[in-house]
């Protein structure tokens, strides 16, 4: 990312910038566009998600997702105890 911003800054523009890059190094434009955004949003350059945001989101996605499972677990254990208890009760 800094090789894009060293050319942007020696040809004034940005036009082109992340083709020649991309090209340079071997890896795709889009892939490479997508990695300077990312950089310039992290560096408060541009408005969006941080990576450090979207790391956080995921693992407190996964968290709701494992309390979530055991919660689920729960309901059916309480739910079968509850019946036993009613079983037993009747007898």
Request: net charge positive.
């Amino acid at each position: 990312m800094r090789m894009v911003r060293t050319l942007r800054a020696e040809l004034g523009t940005e036009q082109g910038t992340v083709q020649r890059v991309a090209r340079q190094l071997g890896y795709g434009v889009e892939s490479v566009r997508t990695w300077v955004r990312q950089v310039d949003i992290d560096e408060g350059l541009a408005p969006g998600v941080t990576t450090s945001e979207s790391k956080k989101v995921k693992e407190l996605e996964q968290e709701i997702r494992e309390l979530k499972r055991a919660n689920e677990i729960l309901k059916r254990a309480a739910s079968f105890f509850g019946a036993e208890l009613d079983r037993q009760h009747k007898k």
